[in-house]
């Protein structure tokens, strides 16, 4: 009798398995969108957006284990996955493709919002991208893991409803998913997959500020490059493993006086290199402490092994870790003005599968309330005297010399921590302005600023712009008397360059030994 029994539980264990995997939904072919937005849909005034500090937080992750398992997805299973889900949610989700790798293999981002398919009037884009590194997944899978929770949770979690009607995020799983098909779970450390198709490590094939970057650019950064030249993105963060820690720009670094004419020097430099500090330091620092103090165990600054670097707080200045030449989060911030983090979340690189979970335990929080930063700081618009938005305008906020510009709809946005500014404002046919204003903890500061036709100004007052709803009268920029004549040729501003970076000396038998330690120390450290 309790053989039967026992025979009898197992069959219907078994038909329960058979009635689940027949119920699972049919997959649809995806949405294609213009990534670069579409009609405008509003007129350009942004309204008071709700604080962040009155919402309660991200609820616990219930998995529905009918869309996506904790499990490594292959090329094929993320498409279906992302199709499926746009298909599901389409109210909530966009897919398209930013272009292919060397294999042909599509590099998929899907646009997670209340308006995925439209740029909406004062709601930053921001994004985040996975896998870059080919051996290094666990980005990849947190990625879609991220994606399946807002879609799932809009309804019923108000702080992600409240990202989700204020933001635009865009999400590239996988950067390199050419390099992911010939890497092997279960590695810790090596390069097998690390590289694209053509071998070459994508993280080191982006124009770089310091040095000359002569490697030829690949498929998948040039769609990236295309990807951001087109979409005013204010935050992002690129995701990596080998480490557990949040890296800020920037990551290169010009060689020191000392070493200008000795590779060798350079060489040992490298590994006991000082911090190469951006402008906006302390808004970077800001951000990664934000992803490092909402993770499980990022902020203990433990090192992942003995021999292995501990980072005080969970973060890390990227050329005071090791030096690198053609990084993306120096490139977004650098040629876009999108501050960029670069997050390595996992000790081992490619992980065994039934880990996965215990990492998206860690990071769930983390990577919802890092993207929130983007409505930290300082947002608006540019007019010009008819009241029309002014498209490319460029800002720089004063004593920061790395700007941004407007979107085509003569919007802007800037992360700043609480403090007194001034922006300056230039745009091609206008008289350049200098704006003050003040960001304070709670929300941030909207300002509207108008510019003037360009002609001869002698000393004629401006007129009232907005700071965060007050009027302040700000006085024209220029030379007295004379006509205003914009920059030629730089987009965006950019610091002037060290003049010793130019002059730094790569050749010889020592700068090959250099950069081959290089390459080394990547491979084992991210």
């Not at 090329?75 to 889900?85: G, I, V, Y």
């Not at 390199?176 to 890497?183: F, K, L």
């Not at 990227?318 to 997050?343: F, H, K, R």
């Amino acid at each position: 009798m309790i053989l039967r029994k026992s025979i009898a539980g197992q069959l219907l264990q078994l038909l329960a398995l058979i009635i689940i995997h027949a119920s699972c939904h049919t997959l649809t072919s995806a949405k294609t969108v213009n990534p670069g937005g579409g009609e405008l849909q509003q007129q350009p005034q942004l309204e008071q957006q709700q604080p962040i500090q009155g919402l309660p937080e991200p609820r616990a992750y219930m998995p529905d284990s009918q869309n996506l398992d904790f499990v490594y997805h292959d090329h094929e299973e993320l498409t279906r996955f992302l199709r499926a889900t746009s298909a599901r949610y389409p109210n909530l989700t966009a897919l398209y493709s930013i272009g292919k790798s060397i294999q042909g293999r599509d590099l998929w981002v899907m646009v997670v919002s209340s308006s995925p398919y439209e740029h909406m009037i004062g709601k930053p884009d921001v994004k985040y991208v996975g896998n870059i590194h080919g051996n290094e997944p666990v980005g990849r899978e947190m990625l879609l893991h991220l994606i399946q929770y807002f879609v799932t949770s809009y309804s019923s979690d108000q702080y992600v409803k409240w990202l989700l009607d204020n933001t635009r995020i865009h999400i590239l799983p996988t950067m390199n998913p050419d390099g992911y098909a010939v890497s092997k779970e279960g590695t810790c450390d090596g390069g097998q997959g690390r590289y694209n198709a053509r071998g070459f490590d994508l993280n080191r094939n982006f124009p770089d500020y310091f040095k000359q970057n002569n490697k030829r650019g690949q498929p998948e950064t040039d769609a990236v490059k295309d990807w951001i030249s087109k979409i005013q993105f204010v935050l992002s963060g690129s995701l990596h493993g080998g480490a557990l820690v949040a890296s800020y720009p920037y990551d290169n670094t010009p060689n020191s006086r000392i070493c200008r004419s000795s590779a060798l020097c350079a060489m040992f430099q490298t590994y006991s290199a000082a911090p190469s500090l951006t402008p906006d330091d302390d808004v970077l620092k800001h951000l990664s402490l934000v992803y490092a103090r909402n993770h499980a165990k990022m902020s203990r600054g433990v090192a992942c092994k003995s021999a292995t670097p501990a980072f005080e707080n969970g973060i890390t200045n990227g050329a005071a870790w090791y030096p690198l030449t053609g990084g993306m989060q120096d490139y977004n911030y650098v040629w876009y003005g999108c501050m960029e983090i670069t997050l390595e979340i996992s000790c081992c690189k490619f992980p065994p599968a039934y880990e996965l979970k215990k990492y998206w335990e860690d990071n769930q929080l983390s990577l919802i309330k890092f993207l929130a930063e983007a409505h930290r700081g300082v947002q608006g618009f540019v007019f010009d005297p008819a009241g029309m938005p002014i498209e490319r305008a460029s800002i720089k906020i004063k004593g920061r010399d790395v700007g941004f510009q407007t979107t085509k709809y003569g919007e802007f946005w800037r992360i700043l921590l609480p403090g007194y500014y001034k922006a300056e404002v230039f745009a091609e046919g206008f008289a350049p302005r200098e704006v003050e204003f003040v960001i304070v903890e709670q929300h941030p500061t909207l300002l509207n600023v108008t510019l003037q036709s360009s002609k001869r100004i002698e000393g004629i007052g401006g007129p009232m712009v907005s700071v965060g709803g007050v009027g302040v009268g700000v006085g024209v920029g220029g030379s007295p008397g004379g006509i205003y004549r914009p920059m030629q040729a730089a987009q965006h501003y950019r610091p002037q360059m060290p003049p010793y970076a130019a002059a730094t000396s790569n050749d010889g038998i020592f700068s090959t030994i250099s950069n081959g330690l290089n390459s080394l120390y990547s491979n084992i450290f991210g």
